[in-house]
């Protein structure tokens, strides 16, 4: 007999929850595509999409996941047989250097591990080792999402200062937008992505591409092609071609609706706060289960954490038990360990992530730590006492701090 008849969560790093509110915009007959209110609507979308960027220059959307967004990225700024260098500290900065290799980009990687960030001396040494200067690009994760590491950029940028390099720096926000602080302007950004099924709370499909003045410079001299090419979608003669196409009706209706929510309503400050203590409450739980070694969060110093997702390590079965038994008996899907180990391996049930991003609220944390908790309880697994109740404190102190 299973407990299981009520109301599913999901808590895995993307896709995230979508608010009653953005599926109810969605609910809707298809609308005329070439003028009227959808085409006034995406006019609105653009000055909202650049305050979650925090950016002045330009946006481009597309109708993509997260990996059109890294092909677009690139295609507009680099050519076949131009070198970059992709740090990586995790997964997804080593994909999305593959994406590169792919378009005859040259690739250095710069590899930090799976548990640390970035060291910015060790980048800065790199590029002053690159007299010639023939790195076109640094690119990096702001957030790893396979290890939930989270970069530094403006200690980044400060070592592409310091080396004196010209490099374009090209930044992967597709977890970490609205969720972790960013500031693609100050922090001398000039390429940044982000998808919509993350921070933004919309359904998978769509993707986003910032860009400033010295990314649109290296456009002239890059061959994008028609679909990825930045330069109709930013400032459309004609509404029909900014999406190379027929808009992708639905889900703009849906992200009008969650930038409602998150810009207008909340601000995008207010979302970091949030975000960063619900990780908070999240982390002090995992420290309290994990007194005694049961678990420990991959990235051990929380200045290197994401506010976004958690990546945690438990000892041998104890992951995928309590992943098991959440989704089974609990109704409460949490996320699989990405990249820190080889599935059907042992470690492989060592592994899993909470995805604590975009439409998140004390009810909701509290109901994935407190099935959490069951979960170890029904599976007997060995934990401090007291997880819920130091996270609880740590809510409640949202305030103060
Ligand atoms: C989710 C994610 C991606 C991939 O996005 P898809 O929509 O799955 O293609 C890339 N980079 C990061 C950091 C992500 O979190």
Known sequence: MSLNFGRTQLAIPGPSVIPERVLSAMHRASPNIYHGELVDMVTTMFPDLKAVART?????????NGHGSWEAALVNVLNPGDKVLVITTGRFGEFWGSVARSLGVETQILDFGLHSAIDPQKLEDVLRADTKGELKAVMTVHVDTATSVLNDIPAVRQAMDNAGHDALLMVDCIASLSCDR??????????????????????????????NERAAVARKRARPGNYWDWVPRTNPEIFYHQFGGTAPTHHLYGLREALTILV?????????????????????????????????????DPVNRSRAVSAISTIPGAAGKIRDWCEFQAGLTLGIGL??????????????????????????????LGSMETAMAACDIPRGEGALSAAAKVLAGHNSS
């Open 56 to 64: 002045k220059h330009n946006a481009a959307m597309y109708i993509a």
């Open 182 to 211: 960013f500031e693609m302007d100050d922090w001398g950004v000039d390429v940044v992505m982000t998808g919509s099924q993350k921070g933004l709370m919309t359904p998978a499909g769509m993707s986003f591409v910032f860009f």
């Open 264 to 300: 207008k309503e909340e601000g995008i400050e207010a979302a970091w706060k949030r975000h960063n203590t619900i990780a908070h409450a999240i982390w002090a739980a995992v420290d309290v289960w994990g007194e005694d070694g049961t678990m420990h969060h991959n990235i051990a």
């Open 339 to 368: 990249g820190l180990a080889e599935p059907n391996t042992p470690q492989w049930d060592q592994q899993f992530r909470i995805g604590h991003m975009g439409h998140q609220n004390v009810a909701m944390t509290m109901s994935v």
